[in-house]
């Protein structure tokens, strides 16, 4: 075996896993320790290198490091069998995974206790400038070990990092508290908060965080006085394995043609308030197809229940979490809107699609610099009629900066503010079948209260429509005709 750069020499090599399999330590746990790299390096036993001593195979003691992990007399294939087998029942398609293993924290004890040893047994060889990370990862090893049974079993390709499709191992030990206690004689003040505060510490007292900043600096002579390399009295074993897949985000426009209609479920005191809403109208479509089961619905901005969404639509995201689905083509998501658009006449959704996580930055910067084109109808309480010449005085105001504040109607749910909100330009408009009537067109900013500025909210907006055509004005219906931000793209069949 070819040293890495910088390491020893081969017959160094030879010495250093003769001394450490001595100390009960496993061949792959030996070469470890001369920072061997090379991962077909562990799938066998090189003939370079000193086999286990019979002795030591039948009495079956866990290795000393890595108790059994990576040790042939511990590995059985119905251990990767039970991991892939709870892997298959998460149900993902993906075509690749990650895998990352969670070891004991004893581990890390074992493998210092051993550091240590080597470096007392070969001062003039080991520098000490190196430091416990000059061996190889553990958990490195066991992917070179079992990588190729797990890409055979699941179906699935490895990528170490860049999968969307991850699967945890937790490796467990029974004597992982016992032999962890070293740490608390080391550093007490550490640890014993820690015993009080379960609920903050939930991945236990003993975390690798934790054991690293105790280990880190410490010197073999104070290590020692607290911990003894001991061969274990059992191996480690699997735990839990979790899956999980990175979120797909699909994005598109919808139209809202009710007035009785919210944009996500409406809940006071945890009871929905109203039958079903924008988003359940079509989640409830999505969630089966991707196999979800929990959704996060964002739109770049949203009406009140009784304004309708004309136009080509808003713009909205739906983040689904943990999807099983994860392979589909843009015809699938298509003929998804279809069924969307034909189980509803509430609603109409286009341009339905998948985008990236990092797209949906567009959707929120548009929450602040996009305008949006309404259409209100407006009723004058005194039942009188505005003249074409009080009607032009508000159709030449452009660039009417408006002082919002937070309406009464939402002041439950938002802070008191005082918000200026320009309205770009508007356009009046009367009803001759309708005396006392008009419809205005406004084009504005983000997220101004356009309801407010026709009635006024008792002067909390200012100026608003009654002081410009000096009589008392309600809003009898609003529609949102425009929402100018060109997001997602235009998908061009819409069928």
């Not at 051993?114 to 047994?121: A, I, N, P, R, S």
């Not at 003039?124 to 958990?139: C, E, G």
């Not at 809107?337 to 990092?358: F, G, M, P």
């Amino acid at each position: 075996m070819a040293p890495a750069d910088g390491g020893p020499s081969e017959n160094l090599n030879l010495e250093i896993i003769d001394f450490i399999q001595n100390l009960g330590s496993c061949w792959r746990c030996a070469i470890r320790f001369t920072r061997e790299r090379k991962p077909e390096a562990y799938q066998r036993k090189l003939v370079e290198f000193k086999l286990e001593p019979e002795e030591k195979l039948l009495k079956a003691s866990p290795c000393v490091i890595c108790l059994g992990l990576v040790q042939d007399h511990f590995i059985k294939e119905v251990f990767i069998d039970e991991v892939c087998q709870q892997v298959l029942k998460f149900d993902c398609d993906s075509a690749t995974f990650s895998c990352m293993v969670s070891l004991p924290v004893a581990i890390m004890l074992r493998e210092q206790a051993v550091w240590f040893l080597l470096t007392e047994k070969f001062p003039d060889l080991l520098s000490k400038n190196l430091k416990i990370d000059y061996v190889t990862s553990l958990k490195d090893v066991w992917k070179f070990v079992f990588t190729e049974a797990l890409e055979k079993k699941l179906n699935k390709q490895l990528e170490h990092s860049s999968s969307p499709f991850q699967i945890h191992i937790s490796i467990l030990y029974k004597d992982e508290i016992s032999e962890c206690g070293a740490l608390v004689d080391i550093c007490p003040e550490k640890f014993k908060h820690r015993y009080n505060r379960t609920r903050v510490y939930r991945e236990g007292i003993f975390t690798r965080n934790a054991a690293q900043s105790v280990l880190s600096g410490l010197s073999a002579e104070d290590f020692q006085k607290y911990y003894t390399l001991k061969l274990p009295n059992v191996s480690a074993h699997y735990g839990p394995v979790q899956c999980s897949h990175n979120s797909i985000h699909i994005a598109g426009r919808y139209q809202k043609f009710s007035r009785k209609l919210c944009q996500t479920p409406w809940l006071i005191e945890g009871e929905k308030h109203m039958d079903t809403s924008i988003q359940e109208l079509i989640c409830k479509h999505l969630e089966p197809f991707f196999k979800t089961q929990s959704v996060k619905f964002s739109a770049s901005g949203r009406e009140d229940v009784d304004v309708r969404t004309l136009g080509r639509g808003r713009p909205f995201a739906i983040e689904l979490t943990d999807p099983h689905r994860t392979i589909f083509t843009q015809d699938q998501i298509t003929q998804l809107q279809n069924v969307i658009n034909n189980s509803t006449d509430a609603i109409q959704i286009r341009d339905l699609q998948a985008v990236t996580k990092e797209q949906l930055s567009v959707l929120k910067q548009g929450e602040e610099e996009k305008t949006k084109i309404y259409r209100a109808l407006c009723v004058t309480l005194d039942g009188s009629t505005p003249t074409e010449e009080d009607l032009a005085k508000i159709n030449d105001i452009t660039e009417l900066v408006l002082m919002q504040k937070t309406p009464l109607r939402v002041l439950h749910r938002r802070p008191l503010a005082v918000r200026p909100r320009t309205v770009h330009e508007m356009k009046a408009t009367l009803l001759d079948d309708r005396p006392g009537h008009f419809i205005l067109r406004l084009k504005t900013q983000a997220g101004t209260y356009i309801k407010e500025f026709v009635h006024g909210d008792f002067n909390r907006t200012v100026p608003n429509l009654c002081i410009l055509l000096g009589r008392a004005i309600d809003i009898v219906a609003l529609d949102v005709d425009a929402v100018e931000l060109d997001w997602p793209p235009v998908i061009a069949i819409q069928t």
